[in-house]
């Protein structure tokens, strides 16, 4: 079964830093992109991050560039995203998602949520 | 940034009627990067339609997507009391940033 796993997420400070990590099994990690998308509460999705299979192509919203940081370690079937000088308005949860052949999102981890205040 | 827009907001509907959402982007999208996805509260999206017209796997085929350009469709052909929940569409890979629509929320009546 195709399986993706977040974790790493909890209470952090504005200006503080989280890193998330999402495990992936049933499928051969090594040969496809990943993304992170977030959800704040009650609103919609909003796509944060973009990895390719070798982490040749990174990509980034405009709201999180120069903060977070996405990569990947192909051996150990992980994805990770590094959440730097973080905001309230970064407060969401933050699934990551497998890149089908075609593109789309599929599947979708259960979510991890992050929570920025003071 | 190709902005897209789902109408309704809110579609109330009663089981075994027809649902038809909509999805209009700001600027032609490449029929190959629409997708629709289903969220049910407390859970993660799922994949229905990608390609704007092609099921993903596992979904009922009262589930169809159509549309080209900048208008897209996603009906739900005899709404189940399972289908009742948001739905979203997404442009990827025809422009960057990937974006979502705010959804529509499809309640029973």
């Known amino acids: 079964e195709v399986q993706l796993v977040e974790s790493g997420g909890g209470l952090v400070q504005p200006g503080g830093s989280l890193r998330l990590s999402c495990a992936a099994s049933?499928?051969?990690?090594?040969?496809?992109?990943m993304n992170w998308v977030r959800q704040a509460p009650g609103k919609g999705l909003e796509w944060v991050s973009y990895?390719?299979?070798?982490?040749?192509?990174?990509y980034y919203a405009d709201s999180v560039k120069g903060r977070f940081t996405i990569s990947r370690d192909n051996a150990k079937n992980s994805l990770y995203l590094q959440m730097n000088s973080l905001r309230d308005e970064d407060t969401a949860v933050y699934y990551c998602?497998?890149?089908?052949?075609?593109?789309?999102?599929?599947?979708w981890g259960q979510g991890t949520l992050v929570t920025v205040s003071s | 940034e190709i902005v897209l827009t789902q109408s309704p907001g809110t579609l109330s509907l009663s089981p075994g009627e027809r649902a038809t959402l909509s999805c209009r982007a700001s600027?032609?999208?490449?029929?190959?990067?629409l997708a629709w996805y289903q969220q049910k509260p407390g859970q993660a999206p799922r994949l229905l339609i990608y390609?704007?017209?092609s099921r993903a796997t596992g979904i009922p085929d009262r589930f169809s997507g159509s549309g080209s350009g900048t208008d897209f469709t996603l009906t739900i052909s005899r709404l189940e009391p399972e289908d009742f929940a948001v739905y979203y569409c997404?442009?990827?890979?025809?422009?960057?940033?990937?974006?979502f629509g705010q959804g529509t929320r499809l309640e029973i009546k």
């Open positions: 998602a497998r890149d089908n052949p075609s593109g789309a999102f599929d599947p």
């Open positions: 049933g499928f051969t990690f090594s040969s496809y992109s």
């Open positions: 990895i390719s299979s070798s982490s040749s192509t990174i």
């Open positions: 600027q032609s999208v490449s029929s190959s990067y």
């Open positions: 390609g704007a017209s």
């Open positions: 997404q442009q990827y890979g025809s422009s960057l940033p990937i974006t």
